[in-house]
Nanobody
Framework: QVQLVESGGGLVQAGDSLRLSCAASGGAFSSYSLGWFRQAPGKEREYVAR????????????DIVDSVKGRFAISRDNVKNTVYLQMNSLKPEDTAVYYC???????????????????WGQGTQVTVSS
């Protein structure tokens, strides 16, 4: 059973940066597709980013949703079994609970829906004040 634990959220001002971390335990972390979602109050869970393996040699491909492209980046450290979401130039509309997720499948054509993932963290709150 894979367990995911997010950290790094907090209260920041518009224009600030945050780096969210998601530490995984159990399972074959380096082979998983990893994703980040967010959910604002009263809204559905929204896809933010994902990363999947491009094949042998542990080359990874990343996708970022258009609304945060150029400001957010996803990365991973397979030694630390951790996936990161670097968030720069934060805006009040980025306020949400951020969740990391993992899938045992390679999410190349899919991965933007919560149902594509097998495991979820508990979430970390990010609040951006104007």
């Amino acid at each position: 059973q894979v367990q995911l634990v997010e950290s790094g959220g907090g209260l920041v001002q518009a224009g600030d940066s945050l780096r969210l971390s998601c530490a995984a335990s159990g399972g074959a972390f380096s082979s998983y597709s990893l994703g980040w979602f967010r959910q604002a109050p009263g809204k559905e869970r929204e896809y933010v980013a994902r990363q999947w393996s491009a094949g042998a040699g542990r080359t990874y491909v990343a996708d970022i949703v258009d609304s945060v492209k150029g400001r957010f980046a996803i990365s991973r450290d397979n030694v630390k079994n951790t996936v990161y979401l670097q968030m720069n130039s934060l805006k009040p509309e980025d306020t949400a609970v951020y969740y990391c997720a993992a899938s045992e499948r390679q999410l190349y054509f899919t991965g933007t829906s919560p149902g594509d993932y097998d495991y979820w963290g508990q979430g970390t709150q990010v609040t951006v004040s104007s």
